[in-house]
């Protein structure tokens, strides 16, 4: 393609981003921000998958019947929100096989709060409470992404994720406000969530190589710190509420700005997470790849049904 032709396309492919028209699948659109949507969203979808592994750890422990259905709803709904991504990225023109081969091979990464231990029963509200509560303060951006298809699946998966939120803080409300062994559970829970959920906003904005370009092609609407700030200022109130503690020493509310200023991130913890190094990395991946192993004659079962509806149809 000729140089001028190309700088015009990118012009007007810029104009269209800010003039907050919604780019589709069909439209031109620069190679590297089809490359980073790509990057980004099976990522996401990576993370749905994978986030499944720590709650299903305890839907058979759960405490009782209901806690039990409520939990296996929210675990099925971040299966379906995988799916939906999986989709989003082939409309970028991924191979679905591809992706889910490179999360099983370690090359793809996924979000780092997955890969802690969920020791009680307390994490599963830690979780949907925190981690469910940073998914929809990153998410509800995501709806007004300049990506059409990834926008869109946004607006349904924040519906769902706001459910995952309440029946988490539910949870840790109904055990802060139990027996003391209850409370010191759910603030055990917090301890061990609260550090790993600020990170789930990625590194500083100062240390992030994609935000600044993924603002400008309005990908991200927000800054990572921005975001991070966000939910600090909405979770500190909410353990008050219930009675917990923030683990952070450093925590104090800044009566000028509005907002609280908390302690410093251990980013050397974050990194060694993010490249594989957690607590549970292994264990997750592996979980997956003999998931897609055990799962094999399912897809050939099908496949083969499809295939002979495939003859019949024709012969007919
Ligand atoms: N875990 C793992 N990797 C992370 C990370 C984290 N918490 N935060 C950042 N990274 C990686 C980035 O992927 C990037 O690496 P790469 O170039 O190899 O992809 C690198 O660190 C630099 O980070 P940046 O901030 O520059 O990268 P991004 O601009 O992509 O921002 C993000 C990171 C904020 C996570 C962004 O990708 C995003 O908003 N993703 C969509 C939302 C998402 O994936 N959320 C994850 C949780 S999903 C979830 O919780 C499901 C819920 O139902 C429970």
């Not at 300049?146 to 607006?155: C, D, H, K, L, N």
């Not at 055990?188 to 994609?210: C, I, Q, T, V, Y």
């Not at 998931?291 to 499809?306: I, M, T």
């Amino acid at each position: 393609m000729k140089e001028i032709d190309l700088a015009e396309l990118e012009r007007d492919f810029q104009a269209k981003i800010d003039a907050d028209i919604k780019i589709e699948p069909k439209d031109w659109m620069p190679d590297e921000y089809r490359k980073t949507l790509i990057r980004q969203i099976s990522q996401h979808a990576h993370s749905e998958v994978v986030g499944m592994l720590p709650e299903g750890n305890w839907i058979t422990r759960a405490p009782s019947l209901r806690r039990k259905a409520v939990l296996l709803a929210k675990v099925q709904d971040e299966a379906g929100h995988g799916l939906y991504l999986y989709s989003a990225t082939e409309t970028l023109g991924a191979d679905r096989e591809q992706t889910i081969d490179d999360l099983h091979s370690g090359k793809a990464k996924y979000s780092s709060i997955f890969n802690y231990p969920t020791l009680t029963w307390a994490d599963m509200g830690a979780i949907g409470w925190l981690v469910d509560g940073a998914a929809i303060m990153n998410q509800v951006p995501l709806c007004r992404c300049s990506y059409g298809p990834y926008a869109r699946a946004m607006v349904r998966v924040c519906k769902e994720e706001s459910f995952h939120q309440r029946q988490g803080f539910e949870i840790m409300s109904k055990l802060a406000n139990g027996t003391p062994q209850q409370k010191e559970m759910a603030q055990d829970a917090l301890n061990r969530f609260w550090w790993p959920a600020l990170m789930m906003f990625g590194p500083n904005d100062a240390e992030s190589k994609h935000t600044a370009q993924s603002m400008k092609w309005k990908i991200k609407r927000h800054t990572n710190d921005e975001l991070r700030q966000q939910f600090i200022d909405i979770s500190v109130p909410q353990a008050k509420l219930i009675g917990l503690s923030i683990p952070d020493p450093d925590l104090k509310f800044n009566e000028k700005t509005g907002h609280y200023e908390s302690g410093e991130i251990n980013w050397d913890e974050f990194w060694q997470v993010v490249e594989g190094n957690g607590p549970c990395n292994k264990d997750r991946v592996d979980t997956r790849r003999r998931a897609k192993e055990n799962g094999q004659w399912v897809r050939e079962a099908a496949n083969a049904y499809a295939e002979k509806r495939r003859i019949r149809k024709k012969a007919s």
